[in-house]
Structure formats: C-alpha cells, structure tokens
C-alpha cells in the first residue's frame, strides 16, 4: 500500500515562470486536497475535489492557481505567473469518502527566485 | 480570522514527561477534530482524532481531551520520548469523518530532550 505521492519534491523557479505539480492519490481514495503550508504555519486549505468534480476552492485560490483532477485519479495544481509570495510547501492529501480522514503527502516545496 | 487557536508555540519537556498542547475554536459546526504530527521536509501525519460526542480518546501513547461546552480540546503525550520531538498540530472541519477541508492550528514544536 503506497502512500500519497507529489512530484516533484522540490521545485525552484524564477518570478514569473508556470509550475505544475501532481499528486497522486492513495489507491480507491476518491477524495483529493490540496494545501498550502508557509514555513512556521498550520496547512491552509485551497481546494479539494471528489473524483473528477472540484468541490470547493479557497479564497486563497487566486486567479493564478488552477487544479484539476481529470479521471478522477491523478491531480495536478498550476500556478501562473508565480510571484515570491507563492513560496510555500504544497500539500496534497486524500480520504474515502463517508470514512475518512485525510493522508498526507510529504509535499512540493516551491521556491521562486 | 483564526478559526482555531493552539497554544503553546513550542515546549520543551524532560523525557519521560507529559506535554499537553491545547486548542480552542469558534465555529460550532465543526464536527471532528484531529491532531497531526510533522517531521521536518515530512508531510503531516495523523496521530489521533475525536468527534464532540466523546470527552476523551487515547490511543497509545497519545490522549485527547475534549470539552465541548468551552470549546477546547487538547493532546497529551504520555512518557514522551526524545523521537516525539516533532511539530503538533490540531484541526477542525465540518462533518464527522474528516472529509471536507480542514482548518489548523498553527502549530506547537515540541522537543524532549533526554
């Protein structure tokens, strides 16, 4: 039984440049989250689908930042246009629904430059 | 808004000791309430957790109090081991199996030094 996985692990970037990560889920999990972590702080919540439907996006989902989850497996978080407040550890965790709770990954942490 | 406060935000005990880190919260619809442990460069990993209708959890090592009235709860690591030293966060979300987004604290860092 393998855990949540993100890829990459580490990401460094220049100001301005279009990341991507992915995250994939635990095996049958059908619910997916993604987090924001900045250094010294809890996770704070951006977005979370069951399988392919988003559910619900954060405030803190600004324009830049897209999430998709297109077979219900997989996902990928994009952000456009990164800026240095984007700096943070990205983390994704994912539940069955009705059971609960949520597993973490060990997360990308971003950079910008 | 913080919409759960957890304090202290760090403590350092002797091993052996029993390191309480405590949380309080607001919105009355929260419906479960976990506690996460955090290694650094590790993701958080879920340690214990308890739904308001129980007024304590234990499991190994690790209690969990739970005062629905006050809207407090808090963990309680029994004989802590140097290995426990670790960053501890409480949660909260809505429905009663953690599985809508969860809200955190901001997190204690323990040590336990031998």
């Known amino acids: 039984d393998t855990g949540v996985s993100q890829d990459p692990r580490h990401k460094i970037t220049k100001r301005g440049q279009n990341v991507t990560f992915r995250c994939d889920p635990i095996?049958?999990?059908?619910?997916l989250y993604w987090y924001r972590q900045t250094l010294g702080q809890g996770p704070e919540f951006l977005t979370y689908?069951?399988?392919?439907?988003?559910?619900?996006k954060s405030r803190l989902l600004s324009d830049r930042f897209s999430a998709e989850r297109p077979k219900g497996s997989f996902s990928t978080l994009e952000i456009q246009r990164t800026e240095q407040g984007d700096s943070a550890m990205y983390l994704c965790?994912?539940?069955?629904?009705?059971?609960?709770?949520?597993?973490f990954g060990d997360g990308t942490r971003l950079s910008i430059l | 808004q913080q919409q759960v406060k957890q304090s202290p935000q760090s403590l350092i005990v002797q091993k052996g000791g029993i390191p309480i880190i405590n949380c309080a919260y607001e919105?009355?619809?929260?419906?479960?309430f976990p506690w996460y442990q955090q290694f650094p460069g590790k993701g958080p990993a879920l340690l214990i957790a308890?739904?308001?209708?129980?007024s304590e959890k234990k499991e190994g090592r690790f209690t969990i109090s739970f005062n629905k009235s006050a809207k407090q709860f808090s963990l309680h690591i029994m004989d802590s081991q140097p290995g426990d030293s670790a960053t501890y966060f409480c949660?909260?979300?809505?429905?009663?199996?953690?599985?809508?987004?969860?809200?955190f604290g901001k997190g204690t860092r323990l040590s336990v030094i031998a």
């Open positions: 965790a994912s539940s069955l629904d009705g059971e609960g709770p949520q597993h």
């Open positions: 095996s049958e999990h059908n619910r």
């Open positions: 689908f069951q399988n392919e439907a988003q559910l619900e």
């Open positions: 919105n009355t619809a929260f419906d479960y």
């Open positions: 308890i739904r308001p209708d129980v």
């Open positions: 949660a909260a979300s809505m429905g009663n199996s953690g599985n809508t987004p969860l809200v």
